[in-house]
């Protein structure tokens, strides 16, 4: 596609239900990236890929996120057991080049907003 | 880790005014990147700067990379409404992508 779509762009849930947000980035860029925004803060990371592969996770908050890029195009972000902390904006990027991301250009997506009450 | 301040967290300036918001860091960059995030919207890229000194232009926006790569500024002459949103700048820390400031919030009067 044209940019970085994610789906659903609002989510609401209940506490402690799983969630999985949906990202399907740049056709043919090779990294991935997951950020959380939460208002009026920066993107803060979560986790990267280059293709298939996780190359950091050390963004996590805990072991309830996971994520997932089985073949290297589509990523899904998945937090189990939810609670109000978790709701935030959760950003996906691409960029063209993998590896380190000096010099790459990442492209943000429009967010999902996940709200658990 | 590495942490990225800046200041300052919101302006609020007339148009016609000029802006200038600045990125500091505790340790020496390898390069800086700077975002744009209109209300609403997504971070955008606007440059990234690589060499101590370096200078670049575009149009109304001048950014600088401090002489030890520790700061960076980013500089908008006579801001007009357009330039409203939340600015950016983000650092390779070598370890993690990209990791983000907390942004500096601009406000333009008409």
């Known amino acids: 596609g044209a940019g970085v779509s994610q789906s659903p762009r609002y989510k609401v849930t209940k506490r402690g239900q799983d969630v999985a947000l949906r990202c399907d980035p740049i056709?043919?860029?090779?990294?991935l990236y997951w950020y959380r925004q939460a208002l009026g803060q920066g993107p803060e990371f979560l986790t990267y890929?280059?293709?298939?592969?996780?190359?950091?996770k050390s963004g996590l908050p805990n072991d309830r996120f996971s994520a997932e890029r089985p073949e290297g195009s589509i990523s899904t972000l998945t937090i189990q057991r939810t609670e109000q902390r978790d709701s935030a904006m959760y950003r996906c990027?691409?960029?063209?080049?993998?590896?380190?991301?000096?010099?790459?250009?990442?492209?943000f997506g429009e967010g999902s907003w996940l709200t658990v009450v | 880790g590495q942490q990225v301040m800046q200041i300052p967290q919101y302006q609020h300036v007339q148009e016609g005014e000029d802006f200038t918001t600045y990125c500091n860091s505790s340790?020496?960059?390898?390069?800086i990147q700077w975002y744009k995030q209109r209300p609403g919207g997504h971070p955008v890229f606007l440059i990234q700067?690589?060499?101590?000194?370096e200078v670049k232009k575009q149009k109304r926006l001048t950014f600088q990379f401090g002489e030890a790569k520790k700061n960076s500024s980013l500089h908008i002459t006579a801001t007009q409404t357009t330039d409203v949103g939340t600015y950016f700048c983000?650092?390779?820390?070598?370890?993690?992508?990209?990791?983000f400031g907390s942004g500096t919030r601009l406000q333009v009067q008409p």
């Open positions: 990027a691409s960029s063209l080049v993998g590896g380190r991301p000096s010099g790459n250009t990442i492209y």
């Open positions: 056709s043919g860029h090779v990294s």
């Open positions: 890929f280059n293709y298939e592969a996780q190359q950091d």
């Open positions: 340790t020496t960059l390898s390069n």
């Open positions: 700067l690589v060499k101590s000194g």
């Open positions: 983000a650092v390779d820390t070598g370890r993690r992508a990209l990791t």
